[in-house]
């Protein structure tokens, strides 16, 4: 599990045009968000509230990519339908879930599956974790995440 102070883990994810994104390599500040599927109602609403706060994140310099294990051509989909502004990427096989510590066992309705669990977690611009939110619940979670960015 990812501490405070931990660097962003050593992962590629597929962004939306088929391209790998070295998340290691990248330059804070960043956020990045796990989600389970898109176009669900939770993940969606979670890319919607993503999306109304991009530009205030934008201004904060601030880098916003969710990841879920949903298909390139899934996400573009996803993206047109709800005109979203957050980029989000592809990881099928959940080397980033399991290298962030989102990749476990889940129980819906009784039964007993893997999966990922929607999380984010905010880096600062030395690529150092600044805050983590787990088992996240999507009502008010972006407005936590914009308060933590402004803290920066």
Same mark, same amino acid.
């Given at each position: 599990? /990812? ?17 790998? @994104?070295?998340?290691? %390599? ?6 990045? *968000?796990? *989600? ?5 109602? #939770? ?15 934008? /201004? ?5 990519? %969710? ?7 899934? !996400?573009?989909?996803? =993206?047109?339908? !709800?005109?979203?502004? $957050? ?6 096989? !959940?080397?980033?879930?399991?290298? +962030?510590?989102?990749? %476990?066992?889940?129980?819906? *309705?009784?039964? =007993? *599956? /893997?999966? $990922?669990?929607?999380? =984010?977690?905010? +880096? ?15 009502? #008010? ?10 803290? @920066?």
């Amino acid at each position: 599990m /990812m501490k405070q102070g931990d660097h962003i883990p050593k992962a590629q994810v597929t962004d939306m045009d088929g391209q790998l @994104l070295d998340l290691a %390599g990248m330059a804070g500040p960043l956020v990045v *968000y796990f *989600y389970p599927k898109d176009d669900t109602s #939770g993940c969606t609403r979670e890319a919607q509230d993503f999306t109304a706060v991009a530009p205030d994140l934008a /201004m904060a310099g601030v880098r916003v990519i %969710g990841i879920s294990p949903d298909s390139p051509a899934s !996400h573009a989909k996803f =993206t047109a339908k !709800h005109a979203l502004a $957050v980029e989000l990427a592809s990881d099928p096989d !959940h080397a980033a879930a399991e290298a +962030f510590g989102v990749w %476990g066992e889940k129980k819906l *309705y009784g039964r =007993t *599956y /893997m999966g $990922v669990e929607r999380a =984010t977690f905010l +880096f600062g611009a030395d690529g150092q974790l600044v805050q983590a939110w787990r088992k996240v619940r999507v009502p #008010g979670h972006v407005d936590a995440v914009l308060a933590a960015v402004r803290a @920066l």
